[in-house]
């Protein structure tokens, strides 16, 4: 049975006071219906700055109550689908992103999304990339803005956050209040406009729970690699904790030294770039599954 979460429910953080949308059993699949990052206001180029409420930037749906994740847990979720509706809109603005300092006025573009591709003009057509940009759990302490990326994951912009990837999230409050949004077609390492093809659209999800493991920030897992993902004041500071985090997950785990194990890090990790315009700077450390498979490693997570 899937269950379905329509995307009437918007909330504007990630808070342990919200009360739950919809609660699931442990193992539940659900299909979760989201506004674009705009809560679907820009449906033309006629759109000013003025005319948006921007107290509805970056809804999420949400949020879902995971029966028996418990503080001290992790909460692991498949991205089993992602359906993109049939538009999608980017914008700039005026002292915003990595070159907001030359741009004059807030500006819209409307990209139809047709066969697989999104039409960014009539010479371009960009393969579509659909991601996840803001997704995560009630934190323990304060709410936390949508816009802001953190421990409990939030808006990470992780172009890797697709289709077949699996998450894993500390769960800091009973059933976790999981909670996802701002969708887009496509985004590029940074975002550095801080939109990426903005859309709505419907994300499928399937729900585990890892009981009493240990977890700082959010993990994520494809097919053939695992991430650390890490976001802070400055990118530099985030770059550290990714790898840092990577680190104390196989230590004990790789029979290397700590020297040998940073070595390796060096040889064959990636540090790469989530988005730099957001609140907090995010970044994750990639490492193939291949060279866990080469020291026998079968679970990076718990003894």
């Known amino acids: ?26 193992g539940s699949t659900i299909e979760i219906e989201t506004y674009d990052c705009y809560e679907d206001q820009i449906q033309s180029t006629d759109s000013t700055y003025e005319s948006l409420d921007w107290d509805k930037v970056n809804p999420t749906t949400g949020p879902i109550f995971v029966r028996g994740a418990e503080r001290g847990d992790i909460l692991v979720v498949t991205i089993d689908a992602i359906e993109l509706s049939d538009q999608g809109v980017m914008s700039v603005s005026p002292g915003k992103g990595v070159l907001g300092d030359q741009i004059e006025k807030f500006e819209t573009k409307i990209i ?73 077609a496509a985004m590029g390492d940074g975002e550095v406009s801080v939109t990426g093809i903005e859309i709505a659209g419907k994300v499928t999800v399937t729900f585990d729970i890892i009981k009493q493991v240990a977890l700082a920030n959010p993990l994520l ?7 650390t993902i890490a ?13 840092a985090d990577m680190a104390k ?19 064959v990790g990636q540090t790469e770039i989530c988005q730099v315009v957001d609140p907090l700077m995010t970044a994750r450390f990639v490492l193939p599954k291949w060279v866990l498979a080469s020291y026998g490693v079968e679970s990076f997570l718990g003894e």
């Open 112 to 184: 139809p999304i047709r066969n697989n591709k999104a039409i960014f003009d009539e010479r371009l057509e960009i393969p579509l990339n659909p991601m996840v940009g803001v997704i995560g759990v009630a934190p323990y302490a304060d709410p936390v803005s949508n816009g802001t990326p953190g421990s409990h994951g939030g808006n990470m912009d992780n172009k890797m956050i697709t289709t077949g990837t699996t998450l894993y999230f500390p769960v800091a409050t009973d059933g976790a209040l999981f909670a996802l949004g701002d969708l887009h």
């Open 231 to 243: 976001s802070a004041r400055t990118l530099d500071e985030a770059v550290k904790i990714s790898v």
């Open 221 to 227: 897992e494809t097919v053939d690699k695992i991430a």
């Open 1 to 26: 049975m899937v269950f379905k979460l329509a995307k009437s429910t918007p909330v504007y953080n990630f808070s342990k006071y919200h009360h739950p949308s919809i609660t699931v059993e442990n």
């Open 249 to 267: 997950l196989l230590q004990g785990k790789i029979n290397l030294s700590f020297s040998e194990l940073t070595m390796l890090f060096s040889a």
